[in-house]
């Protein structure tokens, strides 16, 4: 699923470039920036996919693409220096790996085309006028990731049958976090489980969400998405074990580094 997502941002990123000009200018190294919010180990495996994309399209890098790899490893001012560093490289796009390095792009600059690789309302969060007409510098991908949430829930509820009690961990600073929660909240009121939430703002404060949720004799986690998770993937399912706790995740790497679903 990563790999075509990715696919898919790639055709769009393509629409961004400059065809024309790189027709009349073949010798030409076309150069694009890459910006991720969190570090390059916890994207390994989609960097790996884009790569591979661009070579089923016929790029290679350093022969005909440049990309310039920017990782903020969860800091939000990096992010911003990232973005102004790679507008003043004057890339010809920026692809952007979630909502909040988007938003960062999108305050830097209104000439580059930026490609969010997936954003769950790009609507709402202002990116684009609409899903059928972007307009302004901006296009890619929506996930649909507020209108899964009930789905995880759901399957939650089919692995742990007695469910009743629900932590839900996310993070205020996510653009989409507030709509992912009123979807969840719709679910748990059909299912009839009640949830309780608990928003985190750092990774350090990690611990204290679980041992949150012990506390609220939760049955279940659902862990949400957001950029300062994804940095500390193992230690999040860690916590998950040593708390006892059925967990659902937003992405595979999750699974892949010990968590009980996605």
Known sequence: MNQRIL???????????????????????????????????AVEGRVAAFRQGLRELGYTEGKNILVE????????KREHDLAAEL?????????????T???TAKETTVAIPI????????????????????????TGLSNLSPELSGKRLELLQEIVPKLSRVTVIGSSIEPNNTKIITETELAATALKVKIQYVDVLNAKDLETAFGAATHQQADGVVL????????????????AIKHRLAATYTRPEYVQDGGLMT
């Open 7 to 41: 696919c898919l941002a790639l055709a769009a990123l393509l629409f961004a470039l400059c065809f024309p000009v790189w027709g009349q200018q073949s010798a030409k190294i076309q150069q694009i920036g890459f910006l991720s919010g969190t570090r390059s180990s």
């Open 69 to 76: 790899y920017r990782y903020a490893e969860g800091n939000e």
């Open 87 to 99: 507008a003043r490289l004057k890339v010809e796009a920026i692809v952007t790996t979630g909502p």
């Open 101 to 103: 390095v988007t938003r």
């Open 115 to 138: 490609v969010f690789a997936q954003d769950g309302d790009p609507v709402a969060s202002g990116f684009v006028t609409s899903l059928a007409h972007p307009g302004g510098n901006i």
């Open 224 to 239: 949400l998405g957001a950029v300062i998770f994804n940095s500390h993937r193992k230690q999040i399912t860690a916590l």
